[in-house]
């Protein structure tokens, strides 16, 4: 089929290219007048934070929606008159800003407790009608835009918590991936036109699959971040497909084929390469499903949306391009600064003989570098990041800050008491004060405020100040000791029901949330993973070796995250506040994306070395050929994904920091230390067994992924 669909591409070129750029331009339009979509609500079905918030919602719909604080630092005092006048000035205009509902100022009366005791740091807490994630980013920028205008020398304004936490950050560092990407792709081909193939097809497929995760946000819950998670796959997936199959129409012609001959062969082969792994990667992406949270489903589906689309694109449009440039592919070529493949070939020749004459050592080796790097995973903690991670060039951070300095840490991270007053009782109210005192005795509690009752006296809100930062561990210890104790001996026979909600809470139950299915989700993968190799390979030894090596990586990756993040390792280079729990869809969404991604290379390697045993049926020298014939290719793709993933880590937002870190460092050890080392070490000293399958697994159907 793959060889069908090259050879309709390569005949209807122009109609094909001018199909993808119409896709590409439409699709840029219908995003943009759509509008920006990341304004959907995320729920955490069967949580007792998502309770508080149905609760809210319901029957206290002015609390239901978020907040964020506007903290203000004033070196004359929040009271003096002319200070006083530009903070009631500034509330003002923003209490007209689209959706926000009201703004409990620091001068209200019943609202001293917003100013500090030396009365310099003070917070107006900003109530929106929307839950947090559908506070749109225009409303985020309006507000941003007047506390910059009323900021001057004497008033420090600045923007933290809630909403303000929930950026959008913008694209910044995708040009730095794909300018590295260039240089490596000069090198590795040597060609100007060669080089810019791989862009050309990557930067279509983004595009259309970056606009179409824009639409998709109209439809399903989408995190703000899922434009540059999409675009940092969309990227280096788009450009290690084409530089497969570019290598191999280049092959083609050294062999002196004709270039729809040379077209369709590489599309023959590496194509069917291509067409697998991006099959795997989205696969590997839906599994994400499983997660049970709507906006992770979400954030699954996107990113497989732009890998698919980008994998059509590595074969249809590529061969498309290719049949207008033809053998013009090497024009322009740069000489002075490659070496000749035959070169590398030699290198790699010799480099899979060292490894074969010592298999067991390199094995050893390899293992123990894994190992090393996995340590810290034993000590990690999924959590959410607060704003005292981020950088102080981030108002957010300085916000933090302020407040810390004026109120207490705690103050970051409120925790809301919701109280459903199910059945009319006289005694409703002192219910309610045993409940407020229980939680003020409680250890960790900083302060409590007065029960806050609606007008149908059937619901109520307290507020909860902890005396640890939201991101603490005694934070969320504290949290589990007011849901499983001090409330049930509080208000047990009341007839009043008790759940503790707010953003700090919700985050706290959907770590929790995701801790229990993540052993669920990994287990779908590795078994679909397993499968899978088992189908192309027809061996039973390939997949569990592919199993077992995938996850070492994957954990050395993750003890990575664990010292920069969590420990805050090199946390000025990374560019983080201080170190933090890891964020907890962290590694479930990494997992997803490197169990896809590493399938390319094993196949790549695998399925040369399955080529060579069968014309030889000699496995050291089907090991030491097909490593001499990939790893140029697979090296070159690894460098360019690792430095495109490399390049989200200049960014301000830490969660891009955690998944660009995390998947350079997983594919730097996935292309070096497992498939150029240690596969071969391990398929040296099992020797025939490799290719191992039982005869009750014979009726298993053959799936052809071969290279000429």
């Known amino acids: 089929m793959i060889k069908k669909i090259a050879l309709i591409s390569y005949k209807y070129r122009l109609t094909v290219v001018i199909i993808w750029l119409c896709l590409l331009g439409g699709a840029a339009v219908w995003a943009h007048f759509a509008g920006n979509g990341f304004a959907t609500n995320f729920r955490l079905n069967g949580t007792d934070s998502q309770a508080a918030s149905d609760l809210l919602s319901s029957r206290f719909p002015s609390e239901a929606g978020s907040t964020g604080d506007i903290v203000f630092k004033a070196s004359g005092g929040i009271y003096a008159p002319q200070t006083r006048q530009e903070i009631q000035t500034l509330l003002s205009r923003v209490s007209n800003v689209s959706q926000v509902s009201s703004i409990e100022s620091p001068y209200g009366q019943q609202n001293l407790d917003q100013v500090s005791l030396n009365g310099e740091i003070a917070y107006a807490v900003v109530q929106f009608n929307s839950s947090l994630t559908a506070v749109t980013d225009q409303t985020i920028n309006s507000i941003q835009t007047l506390s910059d205008q009323a900021s001057n020398p004497n008033l420090e304004i600045e923007l933290g918590s809630g909403v303000f936490s929930n950026f959008r950050p913008q694209l910044t560092s995708e040009a730095i991936g794909i300018t590295a990407a260039i240089i490596i792709l000069l090198i590795v081909f040597g060609s100007i036109i ?59 012609l050294s062999r002196n084929l004709d270039p729809k001959a040379a077209v369709l062969a590489a599309m023959d082969t590496a194509g069917r390469s291509v067409l697998f792994a991006g099959i795997a990667v989205v696969i590997s992406l839906l599994g994400m499903l499983i997660s049970g949270v709507n906006f992770i489903q979400g954030l699954g589906i996107a990113s497989a949306v732009v890998v698919c689309i980008t994998m059509l694109a590595s074969i249809t449009l590529l061969p498309a391009v290719l049949s207008f440039i033809g053998r013009k592919i090497d024009h322009l070529k740069l000489r002075k600064i490659i070496d000749k493949p035959s070169d590398s070939e030699r290198y790699w020749y010799r480099w899979s003989i060292f490894i074969q004459k010592r298999p067991i050592r390199v094995l050893v080796i390899g293992f123990a570098i894994l190992v090393i790097l996995a340590i810290p995973l034993l000590s990690i903690r999924l959590g959410s990041s607060d704003s005292s991670n981020q950088p102080t060039s981030s108002t957010n951070r300085r916000a933090y800050d302020l407040i810390s300095e004026g109120f207490g840490v705690g103050t970051n991270g409120p925790l809301l008491i919701a109280a459903a007053i199910n059945q009319p009782n006289p005694l409703y109210r002192t219910y309610l004060h045993a409940l407020t005192e229980s939680l003020r005795a409680t250890p960790g509690v900083a302060s409590v405020s007065p029960a806050q009752i609606n007008r149908s006296a059937d619901a109520a809100i307290i507020q909860v100040i902890p005396t640890t930062s939201p991101e603490a561990v005694q934070t969320t210890d504290l949290i589990n000791q007011i849901r499983d104790s001090v409330i049930p001996n509080t208000t047990n026979g009341t007839g009043i029901t008790v759940h503790v909600g707010g953003v700090t809470a919700t985050y706290s139950d959907l770590s929790n949330l995701l801790q229990k299915r993540l052993a669920i989700f990994i287990s779908a993968v590795l078994g679909l993973s397993f499968i899978l190799l088992l189908l192309v390979f027809r061996s039973v030894v390939i997949p569990i070796k592919a199993v077992v090596m995938n996850i070492f990586s994957i954990g050395a990756a993750y003890g990575v995250l664990v010292a920069v993040f969590q420990w805050g390792w090199l946390k000025s280079i ?91 460092v997983a594919i730097l050890i996935d292309a070096t230390v497992v498939r150029l080392a240690m596969v071969p070490a391990a398929m040296e000293i099992l020797g025939k067994a490799n290719w191992w399958l039982p005869r009750w697994l014979e009726w298993l159907p053959k799936v052809r992924i071969g290279r000429d």
């Open 574 to 664: 990374v560019g983080i506040g201080q170190g933090g729990p890891i964020d907890s869809y962290v590694p479930m969404i990494m997992f997803a994306v490197l169990f896809g991604l590493s399938m390319d290379y094993e196949v790549f390697l695998i399925s040369r070395i399955k080529e060579e045993y069968g014309l030889t049926s000699n496995n050291s020298q089907a090991v030491a050929r097909g490593l001499t014939h990939t790893a140029r290719v697979i090296s070159a793709a690894a460098l360019i994904m690792v430095t495109v993933f490399a390049s989200f880590v200049i960014t301000d937002f830490r969660i891009l920091k955690e998944f660009g870190l995390g998947l350079a």
């Open 194 to 252: 060669a080089a810019g193939l791989p862009i050309f097809n990557a930067l279509v497929g983004i595009g259309i699959g970056v606009s179409l995760v824009e639409l998709l946000a109209h439809l399903i819950a989408l995190p703000s971040f899922s434009t540059q998670l999409g675009a940092m796959l969309g990227i280096g997936v788009g450009i290690d497909y084409t530089l497969l199959i570019v290598t191999r129409y280049r092959q083609g």
